[in-house]
C-alpha cells in the first residue's frame, strides 16, 4: 500500500454600541462611478481557472519547489507538502462610524475569530478628519474582539502632519501599538467620484509619499500600505487607468515600491457593469475564481516592478459594491457564504497577507454587505466561524474539478483539517485522497441553508464510495 492511503469517507448528509464600518464608497457615489469602476465584461478566463491551473499560476508566482499533480477524480490532499504559514489577518473585516454592534452582537462578534479590522473603511475617512475619540472607541471594539487594528488616513484633503499626528497619539501617546496604516481609499476614483477630473497617478504618489514619510518619521515601526485602488483585475487591459490612461499600479509601484510595505487592492466582481443588476447563482459560483488569476498577475507585477517581494493586502472585498440586498446571489445571501468560504480559501492558498470583507455591520436600508445585520447575523458571518478552525501551517490540496475548492491546513498538534466547498447545486461524491499515513476522522462540521453551521450526526468512519458533498455547502473535517 506504499504510504499512500486512501481515505474515502462516508456520507455526511445529515453531514455598548460602537462604531463599524459602511461601503467601499457611498452608494450614491459607487453608482455614479459605476462604469468608471468595472470592465464592461468579466474576462472570460476568469470564469475557467480550474483548480489545477492555480496550482501551475502560484508554482510560477511563489513556490520555488515543484507542485504536486492533483490525480483525476478525487478530492486531494498532501500533509507532507508544506506552503508555509497561514497569514493570521486573512480573516479581517471593515468598520466604520455609521455602522452598530449591539449588546446583541457582540458576543457573536466576539466568536467570529476576526483577526483584523480596517478602520475606516470606504470613502467616510476621505470625506471626515479621523478624531483621537474615534480611535480610542474603535480600539477598545477591536480589543473585545480580540481582532488587530488597521487604520485608514485621510488623503483627500488631508494632510501628512495630520496623519503623523494620528500616529503619534495611537502609537506613541495611547500606546496602542497598530502596525498597519493605509493612505487614502481609492483614488483611482478620485477623478470621477470626487469632482477631480485631473486627479491621477502622478500626483498621488506624490502625496502619499509625504504622508508615509511623515507618519514613519513619527513611528519607524509601522507598515504603511497603499494604493487601495479599486477593482483591480487579472492583467494589464482590467485594471484602473488614470484620465491619462497610466496605470495605477504600475506607476504606484515605479514611484513607492521602495517605501510601501503592504500593496493593497479593492474588488467587488458584480454588477460587472454600470447599474444595479445582482449576481445569479450561475454568475457568483464562477466569480471565486478569479482570484486565482488576480493574486498571480499581481505578485509577478511587483517582482518586476520592483525586484522583490512585497505582501498583498485585499483590503475591500465582497461580491457587490452596489447596496443589493434580497437577491439569491446578493452579500445577504445564504449563497454568498458559500462564494465567500472558496474565495477566502483561494486567497489563503495564493498567500495573500490581509484580507477586510466589506464590512462587519450594515442595516438593511443601506445594503446587505454586512456580516450582521442590526441584531443577528448573516449567513457569510459563519464562514468565520468555519475557518476559525482552520489550522496554521497550509498544506497542498486541491480537486481538479471547478466545482469544488478543497483547502487544506496543519496546527501544531498534528491535526489536519480539511475544508471543501461544493459551488454547485448537485452534490458531488468523490474519494477523499489523503497522502501519507493512515488518519482518523475525529470532527465534522457542515454548513448548507437549512441549518448553517452545524455538526451533524455521522456513523464512524467506514470507508465506502467516496465522501459526498451535499450541493452549495462547505464541510470542515478534521484527522488526527
Same mark, same amino acid.
Given at each position: 500500500?506504499?504510504?499512500? %492511503? =486512501?481515505?474515502?469517507?462516508? %456520507?455526511?448528509?445529515?453531514?455598548?454600541?460602537?462604531?463599524?464600518?459602511?461601503?467601499?464608497?457611498?452608494?450614491?457615489?459607487?453608482?455614479?462611478?459605476?462604469?468608471?469602476?468595472?470592465?464592461?465584461?468579466?474576462?472570460?478566463?476568469?470564469?475557467?481557472?480550474?483548480? =489545477?491551473?492555480?496550482?501551475?499560476?502560484? !508554482?510560477?508566482?511563489?513556490? +520555488?519547489?515543484?507542485?504536486?499533480?492533483?490525480?483525476?477524480?478525487?478530492?486531494?490532499?498532501?500533509?507532507?507538502?508544506?506552503?508555509?504559514?497561514?497569514?493570521?489577518?486573512?480573516?479581517? $473585516?471593515?468598520?466604520?462610524?455609521?455602522?452598530?454592534?449591539?449588546?446583541?452582537?457582540?458576543?457573536? @462578534? !466576539?466568536?467570529?475569530?476576526?483577526?483584523?479590522? =480596517?478602520?475606516?473603511?470606504?470613502?467616510?475617512?476621505?470625506?471626515?478628519?479621523?478624531? #483621537?475619540?474615534?480611535?480610542?472607541?474603535?480600539?477598545?471594539?477591536?480589543?473585545?474582539?480580540?481582532?488587530?487594528?488597521?487604520?485608514? $488616513? %485621510?488623503?483627500?484633503?488631508?494632510?501628512? /502632519?495630520?496623519? @503623523?499626528?494620528?500616529?503619534?497619539?495611537?502609537?506613541?501617546?495611547?500606546?496602542?501599538?497598530?502596525?498597519?496604516?493605509?493612505?487614502?481609499?481609492? +483614488?483611482?476614483?478620485?477623478?470621477?467620484?470626487?469632482?477631480?477630473?485631473?486627479?491621477?497617478?502622478?500626483?498621488?504618489?506624490?502625496?502619499?509619499?509625504?504622508?508615509?514619510?511623515?507618519?514613519?518619521?513619527?513611528? *519607524?515601526?509601522?507598515?504603511?500600505?497603499?494604493?487601495?485602488?479599486?477593482?483591480?483585475?487579472?492583467?494589464?487591459?482590467?485594471?484602473?487607468? *488614470?484620465?491619462?490612461?497610466?496605470?495605477?499600479? !504600475?506607476?504606484?509601484?515605479?514611484?513607492?515600491?521602495?517605501? $510601501?510595505?503592504?500593496?493593497?487592492?479593492?474588488?467587488?466582481?458584480?454588477?460587472?457593469?454600470?447599474?444595479?443588476?445582482?449576481?445569479?447563482?450561475?454568475?457568483?459560483?464562477?466569480?471565486?475564481? /478569479?482570484?486565482?488569476?488576480?493574486? #498571480?498577475?499581481?505578485?509577478?507585477?511587483?517582482?518586476?516592478?520592483?525586484?522583490?517581494?512585497?505582501?498583498?493586502?485585499?483590503?475591500?472585498?465582497?461580491?457587490?459594491?452596489?447596496?443589493?440586498?434580497?437577491? /439569491?446571489?446578493? +452579500?445577504?445571501?445564504?449563497?454568498?457564504?458559500?462564494?465567500?468560504?472558496?474565495?477566502?480559501?483561494?486567497?489563503?492558498?495564493?498567500?495573500?497577507?490581509?484580507?477586510?470583507?466589506?464590512?462587519?455591520?450594515?442595516?438593511?436600508?443601506?445594503?446587505?454587505?454586512?456580516?450582521?445585520?442590526?441584531? /443577528?447575523?448573516?449567513?457569510?458571518?459563519?464562514?468565520?466561524?468555519? &475557518?476559525?478552525?482552520?489550522?496554521?501551517?497550509?498544506?497542498?490540496?486541491?480537486?481538479?474539478?471547478?466545482?469544488?475548492?478543497?483547502?487544506?491546513?496543519?496546527?501544531?498538534?498534528?491535526?489536519?483539517?480539511?475544508?471543501?466547498?461544493?459551488?454547485?447545486?448537485?452534490?458531488?461524491?468523490?474519494?477523499?485522497?489523503?497522502?501519507?499515513?493512515?488518519?482518523?476522522? $475525529?470532527?465534522?462540521? !457542515?454548513?448548507?441553508?437549512?441549518?448553517?453551521? &452545524?455538526?451533524?450526526?455521522?456513523?464512524?468512519?467506514?470507508?465506502?464510495?467516496?465522501?459526498?458533498?451535499?450541493?452549495?455547502?462547505?464541510?470542515?473535517?478534521?484527522?488526527?
Amino acid at each position: 500500500m506504499a504510504n499512500i %492511503r =486512501r481515505l474515502i469517507i462516508t %456520507r455526511f448528509l445529515v453531514l455598548t454600541p460602537l462604531f463599524l464600518l459602511l461601503a467601499a464608497c457611498s452608494v450614491t457615489q459607487k453608482e455614479q462611478a459605476a462604469s468608471d469602476r468595472l470592465p464592461a465584461d468579466p474576462d472570460p478566463l476568469l470564469t475557467t481557472v480550474p483548480t =489545477r491551473a492555480a496550482t501551475e499560476l502560484l !508554482q510560477s508566482t511563489l513556490t +520555488p519547489k515543484p507542485l504536486p499533480e492533483i490525480p483525476e477524480g478525487v478530492f486531494y490532499v498532501d500533509p507532507d507538502f508544506g506552503l508555509g504559514k497561514i497569514s493570521p489577518f486573512v480573516y479581517g $473585516v471593515n468598520h466604520g462610524p455609521w455602522a452598530v454592534i449591539t449588546n446583541q452582537t457582540l458576543p457573536l @462578534a !466576539q466568536e467570529a475569530g476576526i483577526s483584523m479590522i =480596517r478602520f475606516p473603511g470606504g470613502e467616510w475617512g476621505d470625506n471626515y478628519d479621523l478624531q #483621537p475619540h474615534h480611535i480610542d472607541q474603535f480600539v477598545s471594539l477591536a480589543e473585545q474582539m480580540g481582532s488587530a487594528v488597521s487604520i485608514n $488616513v %485621510r488623503l483627500l484633503n488631508g494632510t501628512p /502632519e495630520k496623519a @503623523a499626528e494620528l500616529v503619534r497619539y495611537a502609537n506613541l501617546e495611547m500606546g496602542y501599538g497598530i502596525m498597519y496604516w493605509g493612505i487614502g481609499n481609492e +483614488p483611482s476614483l478620485y477623478a470621477t467620484g470626487r469632482g477631480d477630473p485631473d486627479y491621477g497617478v502622478a500626483q498621488f504618489n506624490q502625496e502619499w509619499r509625504l504622508f508615509a514619510l511623515a507618519m514613519k518619521e513619527v513611528d *519607524d515601526t509601522i507598515l504603511v500600505s497603499g494604493p487601495a485602488i479599486h477593482q483591480f483585475g487579472s492583467d494589464f487591459d482590467s485594471t484602473p487607468k *488614470d484620465p491619462f490612461g497610466v496605470d495605477w499600479m !504600475q506607476e504606484f509601484l515605479l514611484a513607492n515600491g521602495d517605501l $510601501v510595505d503592504l500593496v493593497t487592492i479593492h474588488r467587488y466582481p458584480f454588477p460587472s457593469t454600470s447599474g444595479d443588476r445582482t449576481a445569479t447563482i450561475e454568475e457568483l459560483s464562477g466569480a471565486s475564481q /478569479e482570484w486565482d488569476a488576480i493574486i #498571480p498577475y499581481l505578485r509577478s507585477m511587483i517582482r518586476e516592478v520592483t525586484g522583490r517581494d512585497i505582501p498583498i493586502g485585499v483590503t475591500e472585498v465582497n461580491s457587490h459594491w452596489s447596496n443589493a440586498v434580497g437577491g /439569491e446571489a446578493t +452579500p445577504d445571501s445564504f449563497y454568498n457564504a458559500i462564494w465567500w468560504a472558496d474565495v477566502l480559501g483561494r486567497m489563503i492558498f495564493n498567500r495573500v497577507e490581509v484580507v477586510n470583507y466589506f464590512s462587519l455591520q450594515s442595516q438593511v436600508s443601506i445594503g446587505g454587505f454586512g456580516l450582521f445585520a442590526r441584531t /443577528e447575523p448573516r449567513p457569510t458571518y459563519y464562514v468565520y466561524q468555519l &475557518y476559525r478552525q482552520f489550522g496554521d501551517d497550509l498544506v497542498f490540496a486541491g480537486s481538479d474539478d471547478p466545482r469544488v475548492g478543497v483547502y487544506a491546513a496543519m496546527n501544531d498538534d498534528d491535526l489536519l483539517s480539511v475544508i471543501l466547498v461544493n459551488l454547485s447545486p448537485e452534490e458531488i461524491t468523490m474519494p477523499l485522497l489523503i497522502e501519507g499515513d493512515a488518519r482518523s476522522l $475525529v470532527e465534522v462540521w !457542515q454548513l448548507d441553508e437549512a441549518n448553517y453551521l &452545524y455538526q451533524p450526526d455521522i456513523d464512524p468512519f467506514i470507508p465506502q464510495e467516496g465522501l459526498t458533498l451535499p450541493g452549495q455547502a462547505v464541510l470542515l473535517l478534521k484527522f488526527e
